[in-house]
């Protein structure tokens, strides 16, 4: 039986951290990576312009996204330069009304206010037509993005560490992180204290988690200080927001499925708005009628995407085509759920997805979601390349959104399975979905002080997830099945030398009733989770994978 600190550095030395110093970086409270802001290509020229014309008391609109990286970048920028102006507001467009990005319509909008300078969040890099328009208007911009960029670009200053003049160290950081590093920018370059930055980090951790980038290198500098503000309760909007859904200690898993989907659904089903103006007040009674609010989208938001989860399965169905990538037609959904029931269909089947829905007279909104193997960006951009798809068209590796006329859907599911087609022929096992695992384990390493080891490695999320364990060749004892219709289990897996590991099965206990309630050896794979309950501790394999053992 291992120590446990031996586990931990044979988990590290996966991920290619050995050396002290390395080790000592990613497991520190204290992390100490980060990078001088202007590194980032064009930061130089953005804080000259920003600052020049905040000299000249210029009105200043933010411009941000509706979701919760876009609605923490616009409360981050909106912080830190309220320290240096009070001509600011902000604009986020409304998702059913305008969809993503910048659009004409929104920059004549801000013209006819007396904007001068529009500085863009989460959003820009590829907005041409409106830098242009914005520029006949009498309007300078600035650029801070994280989305991928190919082909032209906005003809301004354009702070984004995906474009290929960037040389900046990490190019992983999520909308609210280059919204961050302009705001280190400006601190360096105005000399305000350094707590206008330590005030935002709690936000910065949201936006970055809640946008699923990796959360390595820079991103688990900002998370672990973030985390430590929101468990701190400095901001009492976040405070609110926590008790609100019933956290307790926060951690990164808890944003991704709680703090984050309850900011995300004031855009899907309302405005992101209300999510802004819950962080941006001090008022205890707004931050209480903010925060029910986003309670209630949130309850919604879960209703509405669980129907429309099932009619899309049920259109799939009936249609019964085998398609490698999935374009999916629905007429009645709504519009703030569709991204996450093309998700939750991505899983399902496998498959990368689109689906297209009706926007205005003539033309189609389409939302993807991919699965690992499949950079549906880059796909989806082979095919407008090919055949001129799109009229907007924008997103990255495991998410899309684009805009394209109605007569072109039958073209658009040609050209995806002609680009699925050369895939297949480059990796032909690019659809098998075997649980992967890091680490084989004796069920008697399975212990509270192992979890309590491997809690060094949070924050867990992208690139750096919870720990995957097999347990090889045991045999299950004390199979008690859970729920009303018995979709859940519980039993000890027991090693041939007679060690123990209790484990928990959620949802496919049916699915692999017959090896719960055979005699066989099996091969499982699950992660490592303790529960407290009446003041006792215990530790157990969640379970992810069952197989007979070979």
Known sequence: MRKTEEILRTLLHQKGIDTQEDISEFLSDRPQKTYDPFLLYNMEAGVDLLLSEIKKNTKICIYGDYDADGVTSVCILSSVLSHLTSNFIHYIPSRVEEGYGLNKNAVRKLADQGVGLIVTVDCGSVSCEEADLARELGMKMIVTDHHSIDGKKAD??????????????F???????VAFKLCQALQKRTGLPKSVLNEVLDLLAVGTVADVVPLLDENRTFVKYGLARINAGTRPAMKSLKEGISLKNVASENIAFGIGPHINAAGRMAEAEEAVQLFISR????????????????T????????????????????????DFIVLPMTDIHEGVGGIVAGKIKEEKNRPIVIVTPSGEGFLKGTGRSIDP????????????TYGLFERFGGHRSACGFLMAEEKLSLL??????????????????FDSNVTWDLELDPAEVTVDLAETLDQ?????????????????VTLQGVRFMGADETHARFTAVSQA???ADCVLFRKAQEWRSLLCSEEQVDLIGSIDVQQWQGRTRVQLMIEEMKAWN
């Open 300 to 323: 919604d938001r879960k209703q509405k995407q669980e129907d429309a989860y099932k009619r899309g399965l049920a259109i799939l169905e009936e249609e019964g085509r085998e398609e």
């Open 457 to 473: 490695l949070e924050p867990f999320g992208k690139d750096n997830e919870r720990p995957k364990f097999l347990l090889r060749d």
């Open 413 to 430: 599911r040609q050209a995806v399975q002609e680009q699925m087609d050369v895939l297949k022929a480059e990796d032909p096992h690019i």
């Open 156 to 169: 301004c200053i354009v702070i984004n560490p995906k474009q290929k003049e960037d040389s900046y160290p």
């Open 283 to 298: 008022d205890p009674q707004t931050i209480h009628r903010q925060v029910e609010k986003l309670i209630h989208y949130n």
């Open 171 to 177: 190019d992983g950081i999520a909308g609210c992180g």
């Open 374 to 385: 499949v950079d549906i960006y880059a796909v989806l951009k082979k095919c407008d390349d």
């Open 498 to 500: 007679g060690a123990r």
